[in-house]
């Protein structure tokens, strides 16, 4: 499954240098036959101690992790939507991603100028998300000129379609995500057909720096900061907070020698990059099933509520087709267990058939 998340900002946010510290966790490309070879691609494995556990439990020859995509966009500026600076490669490449993640700068540093002159994470992020839904209104905008010939003929696909867009663009006009929109399950359906940009989960990164003398608005609990606490609250919206440059700087380093370089910096023991990773993987809507034994440890990734033949698909395309039944344990008690064939004796491990909806952190093996 090809799952990748678009790292936007406006410029000297942050933005290329957190990419540089995902990278850090990368995994070799070969595993993962969707992912495409390109420089400001990052295939970063999704940290999972399971796959750990059960890598050991198997004393499996190989362990590969889930993983998924993050794209380093072009910088936006103001005027995106329009074209300005690389506007439209920025939101064409957005187009391609399955989330978004907003880099938003919050530390004073005069050495640093930021695009607009001050530092304001809100103002940072209205600018974005205006280029997000300016492009999407040009888009149904359009969308409902071609259609109104269908329309007007009683065209009843049509007829469904501008009903649904028509709830979307007064939305947009008043500055609203589509994603805001309350839609029903046919609605969603037909809106998720044009790929709208502010339809897209939205993840907030929001970037400091350690160390003494810099000054970040979460620690000077700044009105700034919680004013965009407000946001996060009213919105739903997911956030983590993360130091970039030290994230960066430390990539090359691992184990002990990392943590007494990390205390020296003055960073704080959690990276905020995991939690990054693991919070991208969520609000796609994911999670983690595994295949285990002395070949190979997997964590495989699919959608929440998938069948077992269809998480099957996750392994080969044919699985959904010539599914017969599904053997499956959770991983814990699988290694509680010590041995799969004790957790067999115990009944542990049980046989589900096409309608098993499978649960984050099965342990399957698939019948066909």
Wanted: proline share 3%; hydrophobic share 40%.
């Amino acid at each position: 499954m090809s799952l990748s998340i678009g790292i936007v900002g406006l410029p000297n946010v942050g933005k290329s240098t957190l990419f540089n510290a995902l990278t850090e966790k990368s995994v070799p490309a070969e595993n993962y036959p969707f992912c495409t070879i390109d420089p400001s691609v990052g295939i970063v494995a999704v940290p999972d101690e399971r796959l750990e556990k059960l890598n050991h439990f198997s004393h499996s020859r190989k362990k590969i992790p889930a993983a998924i995509e993050f794209v380093d966009i072009a910088g936006l500026v103001a005027g995106a939507a329009e074209g300005a600076g690389l506007g439209n490669k920025f939101l064409a490449h957005i187009r391609e991603t399955d989330a978004i993640a907003e880099v938003v700068r919050i530390f004073e540093d005069d050495n640093i100028i930021h695009v607009s002159g001050k530092i304001n994470p809100m103002d940072d992020i209205g600018v974005i998300n205006l280029e997000l839904i300016l492009a999407d209104m040009q888009t149904v905008t359009k969308r409902l000129q071609n259609i109104e010939r269908d329309v007007k003929r009683g065209d009843k696909d049509a007829v469904r379609e501008k009903d649904a867009l028509s709830k979307v663009l007064p939305a947009l006009e008043a500055g609203k995500l589509a994603r805001t929109v309350s839609l029903d399950e046919k609605e969603l359906a037909i809106v998720k057909t044009m790929h709208l940009l502010s339809m897209k989960p939205i993840l907030y990164i929001l970037n400091k720096r350690s160390g003494s003398g810099n000054k970040n608005l979460d620690e000077l609990n700044d009105g700034r900061y919680q004013e965009l606490i407000a946001f996060f609250k009213e919105s739903g919206a997911g956030h983590v907070i993360v130091d970039a440059k030290i994230e960066s700087e430390l990539k090359d380093f691992s184990g002990e020698e990392r943590e007494v370089f990390r205390a020296e910096l003055g960073a704080s023991k959690d990276d905020g990059v995991n939690s990054l990773i693991r919070m991208s993987y969520d609000i796609l809507g994911l999670m983690t099933y595994f295949t285990t034994g002395e070949d190979e440890t997997r964590a495989w990734t699919i959608k929440k509520n998938s069948t077992a033949p269809e998480a099957g698909m996750a392994i080969h395309t044919d699985f959904k087709e010539k599914f017969i039944r599904a053997e499956v344990i959770h991983c814990d008690k699988l290694l509680e267990s010590g041995a799969y064939s004790l957790a067999k004796e115990k009944g542990w491990v049980r046989t589900e058939g096409k309608e098993y909806i499978v649960q984050d952190g099965d342990v399957i093996e698939f019948r066909i």
